[in-house]
């Protein structure tokens, strides 16, 4: 089945820096790649995806990349703030469908 | 738009109680549900999946009779833990989607489950 790994697990940056969080997959059929959200107990929220057949997607400060070739996409977020300080979980269908295999989360602080 | 509702929020009961837990697409028909289990600090574990008026599909390691899980209709999945343990607790996170291939999923609010 498909597997997602997710680097690096934690993430510090000073406020107004970039942040960039890789993402690895292995099923070459995925086509479908999320990212989402989520506060301390909280539900988690999309905030960007991306589909196989485009290579980029930007909504305002964030943005995703992906290069099917290598099997990677990443989440990029620009001009960071307190708020975006969160846990991140990239994920990528599985088998083509709509069931979704997650990446184990990345924490990103940013620091004031 | 794409509003889920998860109710309960939170569950403390004893142990070898059922807890039926609900999951309702507020504003869009849900053909797709998922049901995830997340301990702390760690990633979503997909549980099942139900599509509505069939029965659900559960991942490699998840007991159905354990866990059961009703699609009845195109709004409301839910998910019953027959005869909880201790060891069942933990948050539970239903999401849906749409109609169509490749959907997002709308995740609710989640429900912490505590069996003492």
């Known amino acids: 089945g498909e597997n997602v790994e997710q680097h690096p697990s934690t993430l510090s940056v000073q406020e107004g820096d970039s942040a960039v969080i890789k993402c690895t997959y292995s099923?070459?059929?995925?086509?479908?790649f999320p990212w989402y959200k989520q506060e301390l107990g909280k539900r988690p929220q999309l905030i960007i995806d991306i589909r196989s057949n485009v290579g980029e997607k930007k909504d305002q400060r964030i943005a995703v990349t992906l290069n099917k070739t290598a099997k990677h996409f990443s989440l990029h977020i620009t001009e960071t703030q307190p708020e975006d300080s969160a846990v991140y979980f990239c994920a990528a269908n599985a088998y083509g469908n709509n069931r979704l295999a997650f990446g184990k989360g990345n924490q990103v602080v940013v620091i004031p | 738009g794409a509003v889920v509702s998860q109710h309960p929020s939170w569950v403390i009961c004893k142990s070898g109680t059922s807890v039926k837990i609900e999951c309702r697409s507020l504003d869009f028909q849900a053909t797709t549900m998922f049901w995830y289990r997340q301990f702390p600090k760690q990633s979503l574990m997909l549980m099942a999946t139900?599509?509505?008026?069939?029965?659900?599909?559960?991942e490699q390691g998840v007991e159905k009779d354990k866990f059961l899980i009703n699609h009845a209709s195109l709004t409301l999945s839910t998910l019953t833990v027959t005869s909880a343990h201790p060891e069942d607790s933990s948050f539970y996170i239903c999401?849906?989607?749409?109609?169509?291939?490749?959907?997002?999923?709308?995740f609710g609010d989640g429900t912490r489950l505590s069996i003492l």
């Open positions: 099923d070459s059929a995925s086509n479908y």
């Open positions: 999401s849906a989607t749409g109609p169509g291939g490749n959907q997002p999923q709308h």
């Open positions: 139900s599509n509505e008026g069939s029965k659900a599909t559960y």
